[in-house]
């Protein structure tokens, strides 16, 4: 008898567990009952598009980039997730699925649309020098025997290259500040707005612009090649924040917000 008590309690176990299980399994929904949700790649070292803050638009996540992942997610009743990441690792997820889109004040190259596909562009930049403020260095080949420092795999790095001249890089932009700001390196190689940001943040230094040696560059969304899906919602969004001057918004909002106090607490 309590031998077969068990044996009942056993099946009972099993019935319940299993109705859990289906349960979970055909449940899309997430617990504030969205569909699902879109897993953005970011690399959040690249103020002011995206940063660590306390209080972020998506969880500790904050920024101009961050601001239009949560809309594109929200436009479509998702929930937006971040995944932080190196910045030479978004394409890699995008490929093997460990994100669905890579949002990351990245431009559009050739080099890369070989391998992802872009959305619209939302952003126009290009890069820039940040030298401490007494530098001679007044145009991008003045740079040929100073100490220069990238981060690494940012378009800063393809642009130092294709001039030929030898540098040193980082993985963050902190870092590279770093030996800027401590004289360790005569100038950093990054892109404007994030520059200016530094430049806001440190004292000493001063941004040195060669509109004929860099060019214009472009940032956009990158999804894995033909996810056509996915690719529609983004633009759509896209296009909408760009008509309505959200985008520009946006831009002006977090050209004032630093790293550590987040816009809703001290604005
Ligand atoms: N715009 C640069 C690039 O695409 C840097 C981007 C970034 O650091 N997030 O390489």
Same mark, same amino acid.
Not at 30 to 35: L, V
Not at 256 to 262: A, L, Q
């Given at each position: 008898m309590k031998k077969f008590t068990k044996i009942l309690s056993t099946v009972v176990a099993a019935a319940l567990m299993a109705v859990t299980f289906t349960a979970c399994g055909d449940s899309s929904s997430? #617990?504030?009952? $969205? $569909?699902g949700s879109i897993k953005f790649g970011t690399n &959040?070292?690249?103020?002011p598009f995206e940063f660590v803050a306390s $209080?972020?638009? +998506?969880g500790e996540f904050d920024g101009i980039d961050m601001a239009i992942a949560k809309q594109i997610a929200e436009d479509n009743d998702k929930e937006a997730k971040i995944e932080n990441m190196e910045f030479d690792s978004l394409l890699v997820a995008l490929d093997n699925g460990k994100i669905d889109a890579a949002i990351a004040g990245m431009t559009v190259t050739d080099e890369r649309k070989e391998k992802v596909d872009f959305s619209e562009t939302y952003y126009n930049a290009k890069q820039v020098m940040i030298v401490k403020? #007494? @530098?001679? +260095? =007044? $145009? =991008? #080949?003045?740079? &040929?025997?100073k100490k220069i420092v990238v981060i690494q795999g940012y378009t800063g790095e393809t642009c130092v290259k294709k001039l030929g001249y030898a540098y040193q890089s980082f993985k963050k932009g902190t870092e590279a500040i770093m030996e800027l700001v401590n004289g360790k390196c005569d100038v950093v190689v990054i892109d404007s707005a994030t520059a200016d940001k530094y430049v806001k943040d440190n004292e000493g230094l001063k941004i040195v612009e060669d509109n004929t040696e860099f060019e214009n560059e472009e940032y956009a969304i990158a999804v894995k090649k033909g996810n056509k899906e996915l690719l529609d919602q983004i633009n759509k969004t896209i296009k909408k924040m760009k008509d309505d001057g959200k985008i520009s918004e946006l831009s002006a909002k977090y050209a !004032?917000? *630093? !790293? *550590?106090? @987040?816009s809703s607490e001290s604005k």
């Open positions: 997430t #617990s504030d009952g $969205k $569909k &959040a070292e690249f103020p $209080k972020g638009v +998506i403020e #007494s @530098s001679d +260095i =007044a $145009k =991008a #080949s003045d740079m &040929a025997d !004032d917000v *630093t !790293d *550590t106090d @987040s």
